[in-house]
């Protein structure tokens, strides 16, 4: 497996069947974790940066001369969306010393609202997929990554406004 594959399918995460999309956020969600745990919110913001810069080499690199520019076997665009998904809990938790653990309803609602908003592609997060190209495929998920970021702190302040 090429260097290229390795980070494009998440170490081969990308071929589990079905849904590859779902399975590359569910593997996205315990590397942000342990990304938290070792370097609090700046990390995650670092890796997801970089992450991103790496995704959208590997993506150009896999689909290469292919008619397909967005092949489903090519999750690290999911890694990052999730990612930019929980970075209000990881923000929540660097700057008031809380375990993102306690945070697991947080979780969940960033994994739906990113897989939501990934599968959906409303507004910006269509047109960025419609352009066709590498850049197209990762940020479709770095616009569906934001607004579920911000439907997480909407959902937050919702419950911690009673």
Do not use: C, N
């Not at 980070?7 to 990308?14: D, M, P």
């Amino acid at each position: 497996m090429t260097l290229a594959r390795m980070i494009a399918t998440l170490l081969g995460a990308g071929y589990i069947r079905p849904a590859p999309g779902t399975w590359g956020s569910l593997v996205a969600l315990p590397w942000a974790w342990l990304v938290h745990v070792i370097g609090g919110f700046p990390l995650l913001v670092l890796a997801t940066v970089a992450a991103f810069f790496k995704g959208w080499w590997a993506t150009a690199k896999l689909t290469e001369g292919s008619d397909d520019h967005d092949p489903s076997e090519i999750v690290v665009d999911e890694l990052v969306g999730q990612w930019i998904a929980l970075m209000p809990l990881s923000l929540a938790s660097w700057r008031m010393g809380i375990d993102i653990t306690v945070m697991w309803p947080g979780w969940i609602a960033a994994f739906l609202l990113f897989r939501l908003f990934d599968i959906w592609k409303p507004w910006l997060v269509g047109r960025a997929d419609r352009r066709g190209d590498a850049l197209g495929v990762m940020l479709d998920d770095v616009i569906a990554g934001v607004f579920a970021a911000i439907g997480v702190l909407v959902l937050a302040g919702l419950y911690h406004a009673r």
